[in-house]
T-cell receptor
Framework: KQEVTQIPAALSVPEGENLVLNCSFT??????LQWFRQDPGKGLTSLLLIQSSQREQTSGRLNASLDKSSGRSTLYIAASQPGDSATYLC???????????FGTGTRLKVLA | EPEVTQTPSHQVTQMGQEVILRCVPISNHLYFYWYRQILGQKVEFLVSFYNNEISEKSEIFDDQFSVERPDGSNFTLKIRSTKLEDSAMYFC??????????????FGSGTRLTVV
């Protein structure tokens, strides 16, 4: 059974720092991995999608990497800003399924 | 940018009542999903829907739940007899493809269901 774990659970950093959020999953048989952002009481905003054949994806200050064989992904945020404060969720789509399995998230606070 | 629209944003219902949560997926998407998030817990998959039938469902999605695409634009989740433990944020999502490929999900902003 696929399980997704994210560490740290919470992170507080000063503005301008570069930071790394970690995601691990137990079964490497996946189609895709997505990183989402969730603001309090709000929906999920897709940040980056990495297909199983890809190693990384970049969007602006965000870079996500995927090491499928070791069951790991990292989300790198460069030059963090207070507006980046949110919960970041990692989700994997196991092969042969339609669903995504989510991690518990990393709650990020960027201090001005 | 295309959006997935969910209504209502918040619904309060009495235990045992039926509720219908509504979603308008992105117009050219073919795959539709419901997820839920109980406060403080993980986002959990409920059901996926394609070509007017359920393509996959979780153990949570029991006989109390049903989904429907009554017309070309709406996608609904019905809970027949709500329980206190159904209180959660329910998210609708849609995608252009289901498995693999460069098609991510687009989620709606959610309906917060409170069962009293």
């Amino acid at each position: 059974k696929q399980e997704v774990t994210q560490i740290p659970a919470a992170l507080s950093v000063p503005e301008g720092e570069n930071l790394v959020l970690n995601c691990s999953f137990t079964d490497s048989a996946i189609y895709n991995l997505q990183w989402f952002r969730q603001d309090p009481g709000k929906g999920l905003t897709s940040l980056l999608l990495i297909q199983s054949s890809q190693r990384e994806q970049t969007s602006g200050r965000l870079n996500a990497s995927l090491d499928k064989s070791s069951g790991r992904s990292t989300l790198y945020i460069a030059a963090s800003q207070p507006g980046d404060s949110a919960t970041y969720l990692c989700a994997v789509q196991p092969s042969g399924t339609y669903k995504y399995i989510f991690g518990t998230g990393t709650r990020l606070k960027v201090l001005a | 940018e295309p959006e997935v629209t969910q209504t209502p944003s918040h619904q309060v219902t009495q235990m045992g009542q039926e509720v219908i949560l509504r979603c308008v997926p992105i117009s050219n998407h073919l795959y539709f999903y419901w997820y839920r998030q109980i406060l403080g817990q993980k986002v959990e998959f409920l059901v996926s829907f394609y070509n007017n039938e359920i393509s996959e469902k979780s153990e949570i999605f029991d006989d109390q739940f049903s989904v429907e695409r009554p017309d070309g634009s709406n996608f609904t989740l019905k809970i027949r007899s709500t329980k206190l433990e159904d209180s959660a944020m329910y998210f609708c999502a849609s995608s252009g493809a289901a498995q693999g490929g460069n098609y991510g999900y687009t989620f709606g902003s959610g309906t917060r269901l409170t069962v009293v």
